[in-house]
């Protein structure tokens, strides 16, 4: 099990908030995602097994070719580009415009230790699926005990 860093925490919680209120203070709130739940993209699942970290990305319109994933330590980055509108109609008059695009990068912090070289990474449907296998020194260990 991977120990809980209250300052790593603190850190993430701190960083989450600088983005949500990113742009405000110029008269309006420059960034509509920030009123539908924070505007962070791709949404991401994290759950592990006994042996296995597993990571959901929902990115609908990027092209998983295009999908840049990087792990350092226990950190996993997604960076990619999900094209947003439609290109060459600068005329057009936007009636709605929800569906966002431009260049994104998401880090997850992984709760422990995994094995650099067994990760599997695959895209159906718009869902990134990613899977880790933990290291040896992040899955519990059962000690014998002697009985004197």
């Not at 993430?12 to 600088?18: V, Y």
């Not at 449907?125 to 933990?134: A, D, I, R």
């Amino acid at each position: 099990m991977a120990s809980w860093d209250m300052f790593r925490e603190l850190d993430t919680l701190r960083r989450e908030i600088d983005a949500a209120f990113r742009g405000v203070g110029n008269g309006r709130i420059s960034h509509p995602a920030f009123l539908s739940g924070g505007g962070r993209f791709p949404q991401v699942n994290l759950r592990e097994d006994e042996n296995h970290l597993f990571v959901e990305a929902f990115i609908p319109g990027v092209d998983p070719e295009e999908l840049e994933l990087t792990i350092m330590g226990n950190t996993l980055t997604l960076a990619g580009e999900r094209q947003g509108g439609h290109p060459g109609d600068s005329d057009a008059v936007w009636h709605r415009n929800e569906r966002g695009g431009g260049r994104f990068q998401r880090s997850i912090e992984l709760p422990g230790e995994i094995d650099n070289g067994a990760i599997v990474a695959g895209c159906r449907n718009g869902v990134l699926t990613v899977t880790m296998n933990k290291a040896e020194s992040a899955k519990p260990k059962k000690i014998a005990l002697s009985v004197s």
